[in-house]
């Protein structure tokens, strides 16, 4: 043989393995392929049938003033086992039918409602939302009554208060509604634009975008908003990751906002401490709030509003509730108006009503919508401003 | 650090990619490996770093002179310099008020100098036997400190109570070590098995050091044997993708043991055996049922896990539980239900008290020692050296009654064979149930009224009841498929598309039904 023949047989031989190289990998692909629908089909069905969930996407993405918003123009649907509700979005993030301007009509009154999904009105149609209610209610004793609904799901104190200031203020609303839910003291932690120094509130970081850019760039996807709306498996997936992150950032926020807590279970050790540290730990966080609770008074007092807290009751049973606003502290409690529904909700409570749902995600029914705006609409005919600013409807 | 924490998650994914890399060159792994446990350890409390050190350098001395090996000069100074230096990196991590602990391992240095030096001027065929003692008396010292030292001086307080001598007995606020019975009883083992000469004990502290510490098995075993896992420490260790995927399904397994059966039931035991008295038979029964889930998903499942990632790192951990709750005898219990400790406790005590070398009441005498012990090895009350006791009594009964022998004859082929078997199976699992009731309470009231409720209550048919057998039904029908297949792994059988939707049905499972919270291993407390 020689030099050439072996080069010619190298080559040809190389000239036949590569087609059978790219046989391979072609058919590797296909393999990853096929895996990857069935595992795809196979969960999705699994979810479905051993572990439905309630679809309930959320259209939310980051604010230019820097916390979460709602996506303008959205329309949307959630799927409970018990509700099946549109969700329309205006073009200033507000869950409305029609925007405002900023500018306010003259002889009308503007309430702005900030608030978590319980205020959004998730799992209620827009009619039976108690910002709807509200409004209706205040109309049908005469008053001329804007109700703005800046809601968005997930928000706690410390981001409805920097929504009013960087954008709702715009509005020129004459009442200012803060809710206030026993999750918001945890959300007050883990978005860290507050803490407490010495016993001082002080503004720690100056935005809370969790996932802001990623969701931004999803919910432009029409192949994500397909998925986010209709999978199962998706909805499951989201789910326990958020609570998983959630439970990482209130760790992580607790070191920042109550550091020597920590020391302290440092310097303590063993696990009969850990106790007394996760009480200290809980105070911390209420102090926390509650002193976020009354910056947000004292700022809308100061532009000369009227500022309510709306409390959402714990629901233990479908009879028995349990206040929220009692972990706030009392000095807080006594100086800022307080709109409960707690009694009105143990008075209509009976054991075929449901006041919030039971198998989708336990926000309220229309018929606590309905009793929390009765229960605002008491408090606000007594309010002077109200009373200064509406001019009765003919 | 929990295995089914986020934090863990983390550490797993930083270590794991630095592991890849310095993982053929065997000092260079099991110095990352040592580092990477300490960190694991010392997460939950970086002081008691220093007793994991305590331990392993005098074990590394201890081994080597119990062989009968020199322990030269230079293995003291490699020895006391691990010791210092891991002292020096903890007490970094602990408040200054605690710098006691540094006083403590200058005093036990001193006192370790001193028994050295009475070891080199003892006679040579005595010096294995005093290094044997040295290491005896730190690890069981250790222990006997920070688990027993309340137990004993409240115990004797009490002996002297009964008698009417009242003594003040001051309890010390001590705090349990996390796994300090794990990894003393691993390194006792290796320093007897050097004596007995049935381990070769090696001079590299660093490699003695990852394998004490491994944190894999660290803080609730399996109790490795040297002669075991302690080769793979000295050589490099293959590793492939199919290995990391088959490490990765036994941890899974293990994950869906602990946070979907074991931390789903245990509110339902938790709700009666925090308060026992006066709870109905129906949630008496269901809690116990509970438990009896709980503890055996938790602790095997705790295994599994650390079987798993000690298998993704290239190491082999020994089966620690192997079907126990189809033991048709309470010996058979026993040797399937933490194999690791049971098979110590009759290598080291059992067979060192004279085993059923000395004739049948000797032997009784033994097993009921050893049980006893084993027992007060879960814990330092005497709850747990009375479930000991209750072991060591069903078993010295069945041996008189030559049970275990009369079950070993009865054939399966036969339908009488099969029903003597099953009935068997059943009364076991009975006395094994019952027995959890010494376990789970902690005083003679609380087992009264957990029996009185249990056998005097009324009315049956309870929810709770129908939860625990929701739980119990997947995983009695995968250990029904185990023990009539021999595969002890069911994940990791079969044709690669059933492993593949088997593992996807319990990672679903997981996300799905898995309980959040993050609930420590019961075994973590012993």
Redesign the interface.
């Known amino acids: 043989l020689t030099s050439e023949d072996i080069a010619t047989a190298a080559h040809l031989h190389v000239r036949g393995r590569a087609p059978q190289r790219a046989r391979t990998a072609l058919l590797r692909v296909l393999k990853i392929l096929v ?1 990857s629908t069935f ?1 795809l089909l ?2 999705e069905t ?2 479905r049938l ?2 439905p969930q309630s679809v309930v996407p959320r259209y939310v993405v980051g604010a230019p003033w820097g916390v979460r918003g709602n996506m303008p123009n959205a329309r949307y649907w959630h799927h409970t086992p018990e509700v099946d509700v549109e969700y329309r979005i205006n073009s200033e993030g507000l869950r409305a039918d029609r925007d405002y301007p900023f500018l306010k009509p003259k002889g009308t009154c503007r309430i702005a409602v900030f608030g978590d999904s319980f205020t959004m009105g998730y799992e209620l149609d827009i009619h039976d939302t108690f910002t709807t209610r509200l409004e209706q209610l205040l109309r049908e004793r005469g008053w001329r009554a804007d109700v703005l609904n800046f809601s968005v799901s997930g928000f706690g104190t410390a981001e409805m208060l920097r929504t009013y200031e960087a954008y709702a203020r715009k509005f020129d609303p004459d009442v200012v509604m803060f809710s206030w839910h026993y999750s918001d003291v945890d959300d007050n932690v883990r978005s860290g634009l507050y803490r407490l120094h010495a016993g001082t509130l002080e503004n720690a970081n100056p935005t809370y975008l969790p996932g802001g850019k990623a969701q931004n760039y999803l919910l432009r996807s029409r192949l994500y908003r397909f998925v986010a709306d209709n999978s199962q498996l998706y909805t ?2 989201r789910d ?1 990751a958020v ?2 992150t959630k ?2 950032l209130v760790n992580l926020r607790q070191e920042s906002h109550a550091p020597n807590i920590a ?1 302290e279970a ?2 303590a ?4 401490e850990d106790e007394e540290v996760r009480a200290a730990q809980k105070q911390a966080n209420l102090d926390l709030s509650s002193a976020v609770v009354a910056r947000a008074a004292q700022v809308v007092t100061m532009d000369g509003r009227d500022f309510y807290l709306i409390e959402i009751p714990t629901r233990i049973s479908r009879i028995k509730f349990r206040s929220s606003v009692d972990v706030l502290s009392a000095s807080v409690r006594a100086n800022i108006n307080i709109i409960s529904p707690l009694a009105a909700f143990e008075n209509a409570a009976q054991p075929d009503l449901k006041l919030y749902y039971e198998l989708g995600h336990g926000h309220f029914t229309p018929a606590a919508a309905q009793l929390l705006a009765q229960e605002a609409v008491e408090t606000l005919a007594r309010s002077a401003h109200l009373s200064a600013c509406a001019s009765p409807l003919r | 650090m929990l295995f089914n924490s986020s934090i863990f998650a983390l550490f797993f994914a930083l270590f794991f990619p630095i592991y890849l890399i310095v993982r053929r060159n065997v000092f260079r792994r099991n110095i990352l490996l040592t580092i990477a446990s300490y960190a694991f350890y010392g997460w939950w409390d970086a002081r008691f770093l220093i007793l994991v050190a305590i331990s392993t350098s005098v074990d590394y001395m201890a081994a080597l002179g119990a062989s009968g090996k020199p322990v030269r000069s230079l293995d003291r100074l490699k020895s006391g310099a691990y010791l210092a230096a891991v002292t020096a990196a903890s007490l970094v991590f602990a408040p200054l008020r605690n710098l006691w602990l540094a006083l403590l391992v200058v005093a036990g240095i001193l006192a370790a100098t001193v028994w050295m030096k009475l070891i080199d001027h003892a006679a040579p065929e005595r010096r294995p036997r005093l290094w044997l003692y040295l290491s005896l008396c730190t690890n069981l010292g250790i222990l006997a400190f920070f688990k027993y030292c309340n137990f004993f001086v409240a115990s004797f307080a009490a002996l002297f109570a009964l008698f009417g001598i009242k003594i003040d007995s001051p309890t010390l606020s001590i705090i349990l070590p996390v796994g300090l019975s794990f990894y003393t009883f691993q390194a006792l083992s290796r320093t007897i098995d050097s004596y007995r000469g049935q381990f070769e004990p090696k001079y590299s502290i660093v490699n003695y050091a990852a394998y004490h510490a491994f944190f894999p098995q660290l803080v609730a075993g399996p109790i490795e044997r040297a002669r075991h896992l302690m080769p793979q420490f000295e050589a490099v260790r293959s590793l492939d993708a199919r290995m990391f995927y088959s490490g990765t399904l036994l941890f899974l397994w293990g994950l869906y043991q602990k946070i979907v059966i074991a931390d789903n039931v245990a509110p339902i035991a938790d709700a009666v055996f925090s308060a026992p008295a006066a709870k109905a038979s129906a949630a008496t029964l269901a809690a116990l049922l509970a438990f009896t889930l709980q503890i055996y998903c938790d602790f095997c499942g705790y295994s599994n896990m650390a079987r798993g990632l000690a298998r993704c790192l290239g190491f082999d951990l020994i089966v620690n539980f192997n079907l126990p709750y189809f033991s048709r005898t309470p010996s058979e219990f026993w040797r399937r239900w933490h194999i690791s400790l049971s098979s110590w406790l009759r290598d080291y005590l059992y067979i060192s008290l004279g085993g059923n070398r000395k004739g049948q009441t000797r032997m009784y005498g033994n097993l009921m020692i050893t049980m006893l012990l084993g027992g007060l090895w879960h814990g330092a009350a005497w709850n747990f050296v009375i479930w000991g006791g209750w072991h060591g009594a069903i078993q010295v009964l069945y041996r008189v009654l030559r049970i275990d022998s009369l079950i070993e004859r009865w054939p399966l082929r036969t339908a009488r064979g099969v029903a003597l078997q099953v009935g068997a199976w059943a009364v076991t699992l009975t006395l094994v149930v019952l027995g959890w009731v010494f376990f789970v309470a902690h005083t003679t009231s609380d087992t009264l009224a957990i029996f009185g409720n249990l056998f005097g209550g009324s009315g049956y048919p309870a929810h709770e009841l129908w939860t625990v057998a929701e739980y119990a039904t997947p995983l009695a029908l995968v250990e029904i498929y185990q023990r009539g297949t021999g595969k002890v792994e069911v994940l990791n059988s079969g044709p690669f598309l059933v492993r593949y939707t088997a593992a996807l049905t319990v990672l679903l499972t997981i996300i799905a039904f898995g309980a959040r919270g993050g609930r420590e291993f019961i075994y973590f407390d012993f």
């Open positions: 895996l595992t196979y969960a699994f979810v051993l572990s499951l997936l326990r609570v998983f439970q990482m020391a440092d310097d050790g063993g696990r009969d």
